[in-house]
């Protein structure tokens, strides 16, 4: 009786281990919830493209000043909806609608400073965005309440900031007369480049102009330039004397017909 007794137990005793070794391996072959939780993660992690719209995972893509581009080519355009994928993009409100049907073959280079004859500090990108502060110098009073915009502004470190799309009329030229074609706000792009006009401007702008013509000229092939005081000589003095326009031309690698008030010092 005593041996039938022991029979039976090592039978269960083998039972239960089998069936223990069954559940572990059911177990490890069943998804943890972390994991679950990490493919959901992963699942969530999807960004669209800047320039096209196509949604891609966040590491496959290029990331850049908080935006995502799917390939190099893309980020080195400007967007169907006007916007450099190379550029800082830091909107302006100083913005509205081109005229129906309006060919943009203009672009206007200017220069500003703020206060006039300092460079650096914030108070230019302020100003383009109606948050200059009147308070912190007497000139600003003057200036605070103007709407005014550029749809590209580069600092004297080179760095490229967008702030109006291509596509929309920036308030940069004001009164002003192309060869008989007057508003030219309608039909072109506004440059700034950071200068006071008394100052020489530094390799580094010239260098990020030239990459910035590049990519308009792909965009808009029939682009001429001219300075704003070409289209506003009795208001208006920049670029300045200082602005080196056989260098940009050189630099770009553009043709005399590109710059109807030719590219001598003005």
Known sequence: MFKWILLLGFALAVYWWIRSKNQGKKVAQK??????????????KMVACAHCAL???????IAFDGRY???????????????LGKALWRTSPNFDDRPTNTAIDLVVIHHISLPPGEFGGRWVMDFFQNQLD????????????????AHFFIDRAGRLIQLVSIEQRAWHAGKS???GRTQCNDFSIGIEIEGDGHTEFAEIQYQTLAYLTKVLLK????????????????????????????RFQKNSALSDHQFPFGSGSR
Request: aromatic letters at 14%.
């Open 31 to 44: 998804p943890s919830d972390s994991g679950f939780k990490d493919k959901q993660t992963e699942v969530q």
């Open 134 to 149: 009147r308070t912190k110098h007497p000139y600003f009073a003057a200036i605070a309440e103007q709407k005014v915009s």
């Open 55 to 61: 949604h891609l995972p966040q590491k496959e893509s």
């Open 219 to 246: 965009h808009n092939p029939n682009l001429k330039f001219v300075g704003h005081s070409d289209i506003a000589p009795e208001r208006k003095t920049d670029p300045g004397t200082f602005f080196d326009w056989q």
């Open 177 to 179: 007369d192309f060869f």
């Open 69 to 83: 581009y799917c390939c190099q080519e893309h980020q080195q355009q400007i967007s169907p909806k006007g916007w």
